[in-house]
């Protein structure tokens, strides 16, 4: 184990540092200049017009061409095999962390849309929902080196229509037969919440009585662990961060309120569509927001959402990041941040900060990631344009100083990957083709024989429906109960 | 006497149009017909444009717009909508977008068009002046296989109706009732790609099942339009008593290919089905929403067929596709020689269609071409290419005056014209965002 640490950390010591040269750098947080950022042992170690070139460096000369930082996605629910524990409100014993699936394609796709680090979140089913984590995308690794160490982990919460759909009993659920499951508004919602953590906070008294006695030499009984309780004490102490699921105004001031007779804070506001109306309070309260560029209008509490909401919030003081809840969004949230110029007339830095800085502030890992300055992990991405115009192409993307994404890599692997594909269909069409002489048509394997066909069953797929366009679908994060509910409609 | 002639005088206006004249000058003029001209006049009178070049002079009485640093585009047409048709996606009153049963070419979108709604203004504000509203589903909401039981699709889903976005009624929004027969072309359905959580049970049906349903699927449209045919036949003879039919009826103009048929088809092989039934059938054909092209492309072109492109910014229908499949899609179809234009399928989103175009641009498709898929194209494809869909003598005078390129994001659309008339760029959205921008701080 300490040897291939040894190893692992030889072999970055003796990475060769890479030159970054004439771009355009968009540090976000210091400027924009015209030259180079030279990158060591994944790290920025020195940036400007001229910088020293250390000796046997690789060069990538960016002439004409745009680095910023990596992206961050504070909202998203890629690399995790499951994303609800709906059968209950309040599940904040689970975690994401035991689902990550480091094999996900997501992780792929979102890193060749210049995205590096993002917040993977539990769904929101439920009042309280399950434990989040923070990701860089390091593909390839294993599913314990994805996580981004040493982020603070948070907890997901969901408010309104959501976390009360289960308990509707127009037939909303996930199985028409399930029991209602409370609650069933947002009143309840509410409820939920508070009792949740009256029960933490006694929960958390019954400890400290605990710890305090036995310090004193008493010889007690412990109380009895209650994990679920365990992640809202860590709440209640600022050990773990709060990203609440909310949509209208009057649920947004609610989650504030309950926050502070607790005593804990909010930490991001999620979607938050309606945002603007109670920016003020947000800002006074110290969350965050993140929310959608342009969403509107697929459920009722999205109707009073607007595309001037992120810019409405940056005026008020609010600190705002835009995310994706969504693996295609994912892969042009520099497009997203765009908007954010028209629809309320944000800066070229102010709409940048929403896609880096910002959210690496919500999710306090601003020390190591989301601009570009000396010191800083090297998580960079190289657009061939302003990465601000709809024209524009992420072309490379460095997470800790290594190129995880190489677009003419991609390019150039294509042929192979294809070739390698259809051998490996070869090989299945041959072994069915062995199957068949004397066993007879046997009918499970008639899917399979279909995709080999190409008749339209293809495993992955999905269906011959512009209803199923995931543009028009709702946010990833209802994801699963959305299919279900519209089926037993 | 004195009493007539105030009348007339009244009503000059409205007879030689002198107070809808109207003269954009300094601009930047990009006809997408042709090369884009620098500090360039538009002269638009009775709603038509009249006069394009350096130095129009404007005659009396018309008004002038000053547009010196500015951009003049058409008016960009959104190949794909529900807009009018279904206002919240998610409740089930308010979505009008597809009726039950499998044969329904009698539904108009057109009625069903609610001039009321918030998308209209919202849509229109990024300079779309022009939709194609399309029924699309089955049962009342946004229709389709849901993944339940032996799930089908319906087969004809009614008339496409191209409209102005702007009107007090559907009536003054019309341009074209029925623009298109909109159709599902039959297709075996793919099992869901990820349904995580929910019990399995809800989504278990057989591919033998499946497929059962989609060679019926296909016996009934052969004998929907054998029927319709021998309809078509039956009527021309003009028999005593003969009786209408309004289902059939409805079929006669795509008989008659007068009307496209508009089909829904993603993968190559429902493309190609496709292709060779609108070619057996002598029908014209609008592919709508393809996520692949394969070898298609070649009888597309052959056969004249031209496609409606869903959002380029889609995730790859498959896992091993290149991680770009729906960006390079478009270029792919100008490659391969077929027109297309764009759509946005849904009303959500259907404001972005220009940056639909921005994407498939990064990605191969000539810029000039992107532009033209939002403008010209799609007039030519919904026959409309002598009235819209760029700047010409003769053409109505749908534009949009900006400060950049509308293709960007970051553009503003500073004034818009629908048949020369300056439509009001307000909207819902617009209102919330100022009476919040101004909420008292204290």
């Known amino acids: 184990m300490k040897y291939s640490v040894y190893l692992l950390l030889l072999a970055a010591l003796h990475a060769a540092p890479i030159v970054i040269k004439n771009a355009t750098v968009l540090t976000v947080t210091k400027g924009t200049f015209v030259g180079s950022v030279v990158i060591r042992d994944g790290k920025i170690v020195e940036m400007g017009e001229k910088v020293t070139e250390p000796a046997g460096a690789e060069i990538i000369d960016a002439s004409g061409k745009y680095l910023m930082p990596g992206i961050i996605d504070c909202h998203s629910h890629i690399a995790s095999d499951a994303i609800n524990e709906g059968s209950v409100s309040v599940s904040s014993m689970v975690g994401i962390e035991d689902t990550i699936n480091p094999d996900d394609i997501a992780i792929y796709r979102a890193l060749a849309g210049g995205v590096t680090t993002a917040n993977v979140l539990h769904g929101s089913a439920n009042s309280i929902g399950g434990k989040t984590v923070v990701m860089k995308m390091r593909w390839g690794k294993d599913s314990r080196d994805m996580i981004f160490e040493g982020a603070k982990p948070g907890i997901k919460f969901a408010l309104g229509e959501n976390p009360k759909r289960a308990g509707n009993p127009g037939g909303q659920r996930i199985n028409a037969n399930a029991v209602l499951r409370y609650p069933a508004t947002r009143m309840g919602v509410e409820d939920v919440i508070r009792e949740a953590f009256n029960d933490a906070k006694i929960y958390q008294a019954q400890w400290k009585e605990y710890n305090e006695k036995t310090a004193r030499g008493e010889q007690l009984l412990a109380p009895r662990r209650d994990l679920k309780l365990d992640a809202l004490v860590e ?12 949509y209208r105004q009057d649920e947004i001031l609610m989650l504030l309120r309950v926050a502070d007779d607790y005593g804990f804070k909010i930490r991001t506001l999620q979607h938050v569509l309606e945002g603007y109306k109670v920016a003020k309070e947000i800002a006074e309260h110290g969350a965050g927001a993140s929310t959608f560029s342009d969403w509107w209008s697929y459920k009722v509490e999205a109707f009073d959402a607007i595309p001037y909401n992120a810019a409405i919030m940056v005026r008020k003081g609010v600190l705002v ?61 190289i657009f061939d344009e302003h990465p601000l115009s709809n024209y524009a192409k992420v072309e490379k993307v460095f997470v800790d100083g290594q190129a995880y994404f190489d677009r003419n890599k991609d390019l150039a692997d294509r042929a192979q990957r294809e070739a390698e594909k259809a051998k490996l269909l070869e090989k299945e069409k041959q072994k069915e083709k062995e199957k ?25 797929s999905s269906p011959n429906s512009i209803a199923h366009s995931h543009r028009s679908s709702v946010p990833l994060g209802v994801w699963h109960v959305t299919p279900v509910r519209r089926a037993t409609v | 006497m004195k009493s007539l002639l105030l009348i007339f005088v009244l009503s000059l206006p409205l007879l030689a149009g002198t107070d809808d004249s109207l003269l954009i000058r300094g601009a930047t003029i990009h006809p997408v017909s042709g090369p884009e001209m620098k500090d360039g006049s538009i002269l638009v009178r009775d709603g038509k ?29 959104n190949s794909a909508t529900q807009l009018g048709l279904a206002e919240i996606s998610a409740v089930r009153e308010s979505v009008d977008t597809g009726e039950i049963g499998d044969f329904n070419p009698q539904l ?17 504000a990024n300079g779309i002046t022009t939709a194609i509203v399309l029924p699309m589903g089955a049962g009342g909401g946004e229709g389709g296989p849901r993944g339940g039981g032996n799930a089908r699709q319906p087969i004809i889903t009614g008339q496409a109706a191209l409209v102005h976005l702007d009107g007090w009624t559907w009536e003054e929004m019309d341009i074209k009732k029925s623009a298109g027969m909109a159709m599902h072309f039959p297709i075996i359905p793919s099992p869901p790609q990820r349904f995580g959580d929910a019990p399995p049970n809800l989504f278990r049906y057989s591919y033998a099942d499946s497929k059962k349903t989609y060679e019926a699927q296909l016996r009934d449209l052969h004998e929907f339009f054998e029927q319709s045919r021998r309809y078509q036949k039956a009527k021309a003879a003009k028999p005593a008593g003969f009786k209408i039919d309004l289902k059939y009826e409805a079929m006669l103009p795509v008989l008659e290919g007068k009307t496209p048929l508009v089909v829904m088809a993603n993968r190559e092989r429902a493309i190609d089905d496709a292709v060779k039934f609108a070619d057996e059938q002598k029908v014209r054909l609008v592919i709508a929403n393809p996520k692949e092209l394969g070898k298609a492309g070649a009888a597309m072109k052959a056969k004249g067929v031209t496609a409606i492109l869903g959002p380029t910014l889609e995730l790859p229908e498959h896992n091993d596709d290149p991680y770009d499949a729906a960006y390079t899609l478009p270029n792919e179809f100008y490659k391969a020689g077929v027109k297309f234009a764009f759509g946005s399928f849904d009303n959500q989103f259907a404001r972005n269609l220009p940056y639909q175009a921005a994407t498939a641009a990064a990605f191969g498709l000539p810029r000039e071409e992107a532009l033209k898929s939002v403008t010209l194209n799609a007039a030519q494809i919904w026959g409309l290419g002598d009235k819209i869909g760029s700047i010409e003598e003769g053409k109505w005078a749908d534009l949009m005056i900006t400060d950049g390129d509308p293709l960007e994001a970051k553009t503003q659309v500073k004034q818009l014209f629908i048949k020369g008339k300056n439509v009001d760029l307000d909207n819902k959205h617009r209102r919330l965002y100022e009476k919040y921008l101004n909420r008292p701080s204290t």
């Open chain 1, 235 to 246: 709440v209640l102490e600022g050990k773990r961060f709060v990203h609440a699921h909310c």
């Open chain 1, 436 to 460: 068949r002489p004397g066993a007879g048509a046997n009918p499970s394997s008639l899917p399979k024989k279909a995709a080999l066909d190409g008749d339209g069953y293809t495993a992955g």
């Open chain 1, 321 to 381: 990041s835009l995310n994706s809840d969504s693996a295609e969004l994912m892969r042009h949230l520099n497009d997203e941040a765009a908007k954010t110029m028209k629809y309320g007339g944000l800066s070229e830095t102010e709409a940048l900060s929403l896609i880096t800085i910002n959210p690496a502030k919500q999710l306090d890992i601003d020390k190591r990631v989301g601009s570009i300055e000396v010191g800083k992990d090297a998580d960079l991405v």
């Open chain 2, 49 to 77: 444009i009249v006069g394009i070049g350096h130095n129009l002079a404007a005659p009396r009485g018309t008004r002038v717009i000053e547009a010196k640093g500015m951009h003049v585009y058409p008016g960009m047409i």
């Open chain 2, 108 to 124: 108009r979108a057109e009625v069903a068009v609610n001039p009321s709604s918030d998308h209209i203004p919202v849509t229109r």
